[in-house]
């Protein structure tokens, strides 16, 4: 069984900084693509950023620049560096990695449980 256990998230006041983690644990063979995903109230979740297991990075518009993702395959984690928080950054953030839990299995996607991101003075 394959988890994904998220930390770092709070509140920031705006202009501050935050490093969001997420650790796989379980049966893993391979991640293939790590990603963090947002969601504010009311509109639909988001990607906001990628990184492949070639280490190659893809961004949404609104963060470019401010957010740096990075991966530590020996640890099974992805990482989120946000600075220049902005309140537009509010959301309920989720990590998700596409893996083989086994040489046998197909790709699946496996999901975090969430860690909130408040900006706010």
């Known amino acids: 069984q394959v988890q994904l256990v998220e930390s770092g998230g709070g509140l920031v006041q705006p202009g501050g900084s935050l490093r969001l983690a997420c650790a796989a644990s379980?049966?893993?063979?391979?991640?293939?693509?790590m990603g963090w995903y947002r969601q504010a109230p009311g509109k639909q979740r988001e990607l906001v950023a990628s990184?492949?297991?070639?280490?190659?990075?893809n961004y949404a518009d609104s963060v470019k620049g401010r957010f740096t993702i990075s991966r530590d395959n020996a640890k099974n984690t992805v990482y989120l560096q946000m600075n220049s928080l902005k309140p537009e950054d509010t959301a309920l953030y989720y990590c998700k990695m596409a893996m083989n839990p086994t040489v046998w299995d197909r790709q699946i996607d496996y999901w975090g449980q969430g860690t909130q991101v408040t900006v706010s003075s």
């Open positions: 379980g049966s893993i063979f391979s991640i293939n693509v």
């Open positions: 990184i492949p297991s070639d280490g190659s990075t």
